[in-house]
C-alpha cells in the first residue's frame, strides 16, 4: 500500500502563484508515477501533471506553459509550481501515484481576487 500527503494550496489571487507538495510513504518502490489530478465543481476529474520515475512530464493542456512539476525520485516527493493562475485553474487537486491507484486527501486551490 502507498500514502500520500499532501500540502500546499490554498486562496491565490489572479496571476499568482502557489506550490503544492506531495509525499509518499509506503511501498513506495511500487511508485512509477506521481502528479496530481484536479477537480472543479461539476465537471470530471483531470490529469493536471504527472511525472514518472524515468523523469518524463506530461502536462494537460490547460496549463502548459504555466505548472511546472518536479520531484525528489529516491525520496517520492513530488511537487507542483503553479504560476499564473486563473480562476478557471479553482479545483480540488489530488495527489496521484501510478495514475489513480492511489490517492491523496485533496487540496482545495482558489483563485479569485
Known amino acids: 500500500q502507498v500514502q500520500l500527503v499532501e500540502s500546499g494550496g490554498g486562496l491565490v489571487q489572479p496571476g499568482g502563484s502557489t506550490r503544492l507538495s506531495c509525499a509518499a510513504s509506503g511501498n513506495i518502490n511500487s511508485i512509477y508515477a506521481m502528479g496530481w489530478y484536479r477537480q472543479a465543481p461539476g465537471k470530471q476529474r483531470e490529469l493536471v501533471a504527472t511525472?514518472?520515475?524515468?523523469?518524463?512530464?506530461y502536462y494537460g493542456d490547460s496549463v502548459k506553459g504555466r505548472f511546472t512539476i518536479s520531484g525528489d525520485k529516491a525520496k517520492k516527493l513530488a511537487y507542483l509550481q503553479m504560476n499564473t493562475l486563473k480562476p478557471e485553474d479553482t479545483a480540488v487537486y489530488y495527489c496521484h501515484a501510478n495514475y489513480g491507484s492511489y490517492w491523496g486527501q485533496g487540496t482545495q486551490v482558489t483563485v479569485s481576487s
Open positions: 511525472l514518472t520515475s524515468g523523469g518524463s512530464t
